[in-house]
């Protein structure tokens, strides 16, 4: 058989396509069991790829070759009789600031893919390729990571994968739309103000957002080196935790990266299900729909959490998040700007340009209120293991909508998507994003902060909110 024939075969088997739409988990352990082969799994997907993504624009270079090549790999470990890791032959793709070896790594710009192509895999990359996992691309995403839509001027936008008349949410809006709308199990993005639960809330799916300093950014390009956290994307809690496993550990070529063994992330339902979990309110519980209230409810009744609490100051935290954000952008971009300015999407050259400017006090305060806020969320976390909070005020907005009504106001839609989100990232807390779907067609997400290095404890409370039935991704309408 020739390959394009056999590859059209492969592309057919009903229990690849099956079990590609399901749990990571359990797909893996089905090639590892000889039900399946990786390569016709790695068929299934790329098959799904070519259909679905030219509505949702989630890619922006599908790896068929190396994912092919991969997935022979493995399946002749499997005839050999050797082990396979824990997640054998489950596809998924990267947010395109991840270098990919062989590809130039855009970060959603127009002026990075002048670079060379990546001569090495990013750290997290090599790290699922070392658990089985199967390589097919990288995904769209916000120019330079500055963005909450997942709209992009140069790729065009990620579409919803639950109304492609919506926007998937950014900056890693093609990571959201390629896990919601099933073309890959598992996918990874980045998260410097909000940027894995934004589009985790949108797309309806689990994200984590880890704490700053768990794993490793190493050959990722940057956007706010104090702010940028990496983590990974799946459709149900077990995937999203063994993926979470597969990322962590030492690593010297990431100097932030701090030198602490992660804690075992799913233990049983019980011990889960022994949380102190207080409620969020103060700024948490204001400029919300009731769909993000509603959404909280259902997620703090089924936690156990009757209690409100509160972080002091939250605006002036988003506000120093937004000054250190804008600083530390445009210093990166500086070069950019001055050389080629008229490549930039417009809306994102002038908030570096207004970072240029900004005085060296303002951001010498802005870093001194970090650390005061940090030291307030600790003060919290000394009574309680996870604080519940929405992840966006709204669900999806409409595609190139500008504004939106929040609390009687009219608002700007790109910066106030994350008004939930920018004050967790600002002290680097770890937060799982769980979907909460009401019924409605659009999606909302909660988040579920926890201590610094607490990853655990935000994932064992996403399971018991699975376990109850009320948090699940949705099917996508794609």
Known sequence: MSAPAEAEASALDPLAAELLAGPALTLAAAIRAGRVSARAVTEAALARIAAVDPVLHAFTDVTAARARAEADAIDATRAAGAPLGPLAGVPFAVKNLFDIEGLPTRAGSRINRDRP????????????????????????????????????????????????????????????????????????????????????????????????????????????????????????????????????????????????????????????????????????????????????????????????????????????????????????????LRARPGDFDPAVRERLLAGAVLPGSLIDKAQKFRRWFHDRALELFAEWDVLIAPATPVPAPRGGQTTFVLDGREMLVRPNIGIYTQPISFIGLPVVAAPVPGGERLPIAVQLIAAPWREDAALKAARVLEAAGVAFAPEPAV
């Open 117 to 336: 192509p990546a001569a090495r895999d990013a750290a997290l990359v090599e790290r699922l390729g070392a658990a089985g996992a199967v390589c097919l691309g990288a995904l769209n995403m916000g120019e330079y990571a500055y963005d909450f839509t997942g709209e992009n001027v140069h790729d065009d936008h990620s579409r919803n994968p639950h109304d492609p008349a919506h926007m998937a949410g950014g900056s890693s809006g093609g990571s959201g739309a390629a896990v919601g709308g099933k073309l890959v199990p598992l996918s990874l993005g980045s998260d410097t103000n909000g940027s894995i639960r934004v589009p985790s809330s949108f797309c309806g799916i689990f994200g984590l957002k880890p704490t700053y300093g768990r794993l490793s950014r190493a050959r990722s390009f940057p956007f706010v080196a104090s702010l940028d956290h990496l983590g990974p994307f799946a459709r149900n809690v077990a995937d999203l935790a063994a993926t979470y496993d597969a990322l962590t550990g030492p690593d010297p070529d990431d100097p932030a990266l701090a030198d602490r063994p992660a804690a075992p992330t799913l233990p049983g339902l019980e011990a889960a299900r022994g949380l102190r979990v207080a409620v969020l309110g103060g700024w948490f519980a204001r400029q919300g729909t009731p769909q993000a209230y509603d959404a909280v409810a259902r997620a703090a009744a089924a936690l156990g959490a009757s209690r409100t609490v509160e972080l002091p100051e939250v605006e002036r935290a988003r506000a120093a998040a937004y000054i250190i954000t804008m600083a530390e952008g445009a210093s990166l971009h500086l070069d950019r």
